[in-house]
């Protein structure tokens, strides 16, 4: 068995660090700087019999004007056409213009989409976090909401159990 799974959300919400953690290696550049991947990064992982091939995209532009970015939409874009699970990927407490803009296209995916609610370490009330998750299933209707930090590796495990079952 394999499956396509694709990581998608605005530049910098921490998609390849997401990434990287799952796959326990360096395989796609992470940066503070926005637009540090502007290819689609593949990395495979398999457990047991399953293969999970997870495919980094470059963020969704708001305002692609500029050729390199015109570029990365049409690399995010079309990695989505073809997957069976798509990774939403989006900050704690911090929604913007960039982040409906992703949404919008996804509306257009035949996948389901799973709300990777990243960077909850950054939370300073962690009792803030219940309201927004409900916020959020109110904006889209998620397969599933999935609060993680990525870069600490909290519920990492609990995503890959959710990816496996799809
Ligand atoms: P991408 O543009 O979506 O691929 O984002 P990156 O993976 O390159 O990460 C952007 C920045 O956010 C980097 O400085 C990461 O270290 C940071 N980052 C990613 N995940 C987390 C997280 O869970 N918690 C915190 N505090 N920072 C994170
Ligand atoms: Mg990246």
Redesign the pocket.
């Known amino acids: 068995r394999s499956g396509f799974v694709a990581i998608v ?1 605005r ?8 990434m990287n953690h799952i796959l326990g290696q360096k395989i ?1 550049i ?3 700087k ?1 637009q ?2 502007r290819h689609r990064i593949l990395g495979i992982k398999s457990e047991g019999d399953l293969q999970v091939i997870y495919v ?1 995209t470059p ?1 969704l532009h708001l305002q692609a004007k500029k050729a390199v970015n015109r570029y990365m939409n049409r690399a995010a874009s079309s990695s989505l056409s073809d997957v069976d699970l798509i990774l939403f ?1 989006l900050e704690a407490g911090r929604w913007t213009d960039e982040d409906e803009n992703v949404l919008l296209q996804l509306k257009n995916a035949r996948a389901p989409v799973m709300a990777v609610v ?2 909850v ?2 939370l300073n009330e962690k009792n803030e976090l219940l309201p927004y998750l409900a916020k959020l299933g109110q904006r889209h209707a998620f397969d599933e909401v999935l609060p ?5 590796g909290d519920n990492i495990g609990a995503l890959e159990a959710v990816v496996e079952k799809r």
């Not at 530049?11 to 997401?18: A, D, Q």
């Not at 993680?148 to 600490?152: D, E, F, G, Q």
């Open positions: 959300g530049p910098n919400v921490g998609k390849s660090t997401l796609s992470t940066s503070h926005p540090t991947t980094d963020g990927v990243n960077k370490d950054r993680v930090s990525a870069l600490k």
